[in-house]
């Protein structure tokens, strides 16, 4: 058997950032979701033929699998460390039952999730999970609103950061690309998963929505009446730029040709290319 306090953590991360969800995996090696986030949980061993297989799977060298992933990062807590740097990014604080539904949620849906597969993927208990959150709609109110907080931030950080209305949009365009695919998996829940939400925690991340929309749409009306973007409807390129952002979460992998800083980047070209920028 393969050491099964480190090899469960080391497949979690390998699958990850494979870009491969914890289903798809599971269905390869032909075994249950549950079992697959057993065996990321360190709750069943690992045979040598199905260690080789997951390495397989995931295209990656079975003695990777035999090692821990390095230590977590230190949490995101711009709040308190007084931090205005929007382009750098820590690990949310999200308690184990947070993290457990960030990955049940990405891979089945909130609909196709349950709270034992949450504790499962916790390495929880049923019980140890409604200790902490009364159910699974708190679990996915908690993961929006912080989602939401986390990239509102760092848009205001951006906006405060430029000097004329252009260049402000330009940096917003920026922050809110680098939310969508530095974190991929909190944004595409967010995305995905409104209708979901209810009251009065769907009217909470609604407002900070329409409240990120109309810091874009007034710097992008500033710039059209300075004369640099020439676009005849600057509040519609508006909202179909952030449409553009936040589609970001359908295809971006961390394991692709280009970083999310890259993307983040020509993400803010492309806005300013649809907002028909005035040469001077």
Same mark, same amino acid.
């Given at each position: ?10 497949? !979690? @991360?390998?699958? @990850? ?32 033929? &199905? ?20 230590? !977590?990062?230190?949490?995101? %807590? ?9 382009? &750098? ?16 949620? %990405? ?8 709270? #034992? ?5 916790? *390495?929880?208990?049923?019980? /140890? ?12 109110? %908690? ?10 931030? +760092? ?6 950061? /430029?000097? +004329? ?17 530095? &974190? ?10 409104? #209708? ?5 925690? +769907? !009217? ?8 990120? @929309?109309? #810091?874009? *749409? ?12 020439? %676009?005849?409807?600057?509040? /519609?390129?508006? +909202? ?41």
């Amino acid at each position: 058997m393969a050491e099964q306090n480190s090899t469960g953590p080391a497949v !979690r @991360q390998a699958r @990850q950032q494979s870009g491969m969800s914890l289903r798809a995996l599971a269905s390869a090696i032909d075994v249950s979701v549950g079992t697959m986030s057993a065996i990321e949980n360190g709750k069943v061993a690992l045979t040598i033929d &199905r260690l080789h297989a997951i390495a397989r799977h995931l295209d990656v060298p079975p003695a990777r699998l035999l090692s821990p992933p390095p230590d !977590r990062a230190p949490v995101d %807590t711009p709040a308190a460390s007084g931090d205005t740097d929007w382009r &750098r990014f820590f690990e949310l604080d999200l308690d184990p039952a947070l993290r457990a539904a960030v990955e049940v949620f %990405t891979d089945l849906g909130y609909h196709g999730a349950t709270m #034992r597969l949450v504790a499962t993927a916790a *390495d929880s208990s049923v019980a /140890g999970i409604y200790h902490y959150h009364r159910s699974k709609q708190h679990l996915l109110a %908690t993961l929006m609103t912080r989602t939401m907080e986390d990239i509102e931030w +760092r848009v205001a950080a951006a906006d405060a950061e /430029g000097d +004329r209305p252009a260049e402000r949009f330009a940096l917003m365009v920026e922050a809110l690309a680098l939310g969508h695919t530095v &974190r991929r998996d909190l944004a595409f829940i967010t995305a995905t998963e409104m #209708r979901s939400l209810e009251e009065p925690d +769907r !009217r909470t991340v609604a407002d900070a929505r329409r409240r990120l @929309q109309a #810091r874009l *749409d007034a710097a992008a009306v500033a710039a059209a009446a300075d004369g640099t973007f020439t %676009t005849p409807d600057p509040r /519609g390129t508006a +909202r179909a730029v952030t449409t553009m952002c936040m589609a970001l979460t359908y295809w971006f992998s961390p394991t692709g040709p280009l970083s999310p800083d890259e993307v983040a980047r020509d993400y803010a070209g492309h806005a300013l290319a649809m907002m028909q920028v005035q040469s001077r």
